[in-house]
C-alpha cells in the first residue's frame, strides 16, 4: 500500500470576529485533499481573493491551526510533532510567498537568505560546501551566483527576488512546496522563467506542489491537477485541462471568462466580442 506524503482530513478554518462577538467567518470549510508520496504532482488551488487560498497555505505551513479536522503529514498529525520531527517538517515543507521583497532582510545582502537554513539545518560541512550549493541552487534557477551574491535585495528585480526564493526552498530538498501567488508580483516577462523554476524543482527533485493562484492562465500551464475554492468551499476539481476547457460550475466558468484571449482581428477601440466556447 503507498504512503501519502499529505492528507487533509475535514478541515475547517473559523474567524471569531471578536471576544464577545458571536459572529464567525468561515474561512475553510470541510476540506479534504490526499497527496500521494510516490506519484508527486502539481496542484492548482484556485480562487478569488478570500475564497480561502492563502488560509489553506497557512495551515499547511503551521502558522494557524484548523478549528476542526487535521493535517497529516507522511502519517503524522503535524499539530502533535515535536523536536527533531518538527524541524525535519520545516525543512521538508517549504514556501515560496507572493511578495518577493517581504522576505528579505534590508539590512543584510541576499547571500543572508541561503546561509540562514545551510546553517540552522546543517547542510553543509565547510564554508566551501555551502557555497557550492549555493551556486548550485542559485544556477537551478536561472541565476548566475556573481550576479547576485553580495548584493542587497533593492538591488535586484523582483523576478530575481523570486528566483532566488526558489532557490531557499530548493536548498532544503523539499518535499512539498507550497507557492502561494508566486508571480502577481513580478513582470509578465518574467512569470514563465519563474514557473519554469518550479517545474524544474518538480521534475528535477520530484517536488509535490501547492501552487497557489487567481490566475487559471497560470494554472493551466504549470498545474496537474485543479481545485477551485469559493467562500471557503470547493466547488470543482479534476485535471487542469478538463476544467478549464470545460468547466462545470458557474464560478468556474467565471473565472474562465476572466482569461484574455487575444483576437488579432479586432481593431483598438472596437468593443469586446463575446469569447467562442474553447
Known sequence: MSKNLLEIRNVSKVYQRGLLSTKATIALKEYS????EDDPSILTVAGESGSGKTTLAMLLLGFITPTTGQIIYRGKDIR??????????RKEVQAVFQDPFAVFNPFYTVDHLLTVPIKHFKLAKSGRD???KMDEALNSVGLRPEDVLGRF???LSGGQRQRINVARALLLKPRLLIADEPVSMVDASLRANILESLRNLHRDHGVTIIYITHDLTTAYHVSDNIIVLYKGDVVEKGDVESVIRNPQHAYTRLLVDSIPWPDLNKKWGDPLKPREPV
Do not use: I, V
Open 33 to 36: 485533499l490526499t497527496m500521494p
Open 80 to 89: 502533535g510533532l515535536e523536536g527533531k520531527e518538527k524541524l525535519n517538517y
Open 130 to 132: 555551502a557555497r557550492d
Open 153 to 155: 535585495p533593492h538591488q
